[in-house]
């Protein structure tokens, strides 16, 4: 029912304010329990827009995203199509401050769309980043953050809280993000990223993935991430 319990990486996807100066970002995904890597993505920005690929480890192309950030960077339009599952999300914005939410998954024949207000504080896809970079200093002094986190399978947002959490490497700032929803909370594992503290660069994400699985499990990776910047 939570499986798109933050697709962060969104990663997975990236948000556009990584890209600064920035021409590529790759991230391998790894299994959090055998440590075997599943899938890779590579994200590609032009102005406003981001590309993602995704592949297998054979380096066969199975799913792809597109994210369009010039209406919002909290709320991109997001188009992702995962052909493991014959499954698209389609998220636009339309109107004056209205999300339209399209989810299709073939194997399931789940076809069903939305509209619905973009509330305070609703992220979508990599919009985590921004609302992360956005709250740094207040989150880094120990403060609690709430955001509602759009959900494309459910066609709805869930609140969510991020929090700062302890790192294991110098250098390096961590957060936690877990549900507001003390119940909730208590059938979902918690998701951390690390950041460098200095550029404040998104290195590592660990939990659920937004990207599912042959079987249609969705993957629990955690995934890093190298920049490689334009000359």
């Not at 997975?12 to 890597?37: M, P, R």
């Not at 939305?114 to 207040?138: C, P, R, S, Y």
């Not at 880094?140 to 959490?165: C, M, N």
Request: charged content about 25%.
């Amino acid at each position: 029912m939570y499986r798109f319990f933050l697709s962060l990486c969104l990663l997975a996807g990236c948000c556009h304010s990584w890209a600064s100066a920035v021409e590529h970002i790759y991230g391998e995904a790894f299994d959090l329990n055998s440590n075997a890597l599943v899938y890779t993505e590579e994200h590609i920005f032009v102005n406003s827009n981001q590309k993602v690929v995704y592949k297998e480890p054979d380096g066969s192309v199975f799913a792809n995203k597109t994210l369009d950030y010039s209406h919002s960077l909290l709320v991109p339009d997001v188009w992702q199509l995962n052909e493991r599952i014959d499954e698209t999300i389609d998220l636009r914005k339309v109107g004056s401050g209205y999300l339209q939410a399209k989810y299709l998954r073939g194997d399931k024949n789940i076809d069903k769309s939305k509209t619905l207000m973009i509330e305070h504080t609703m992220v979508a896809d990599a919009g985590f980043n921004t609302f992360v970079l956005q709250n740094w200093d207040e989150l880094a002094a120990g403060s609690t953050e709430e955001f509602l986190w759009f959900v494309p399978s459910r066609l709805k947002p869930i609140r969510l809280q991020v929090s700062s959490a302890e790192c294991a490497d110098g250098g390096h700032t961590c957060f936690t993000i877990r549900p507001s929803n003390w119940l909730l909370g208590l059938a979902l594992k918690p998701i951390k990223i690390t950041y460098d503290s200095g550029d404040r660069q998104l290195l590592r994400y660990e939990g659920r993935s937004n990207i599912a699985a042959p079987s249609g499990e969705y993957h629990s990776v955690r995934i890093e991430y190298s920049y490689h910047r334009a000359e």
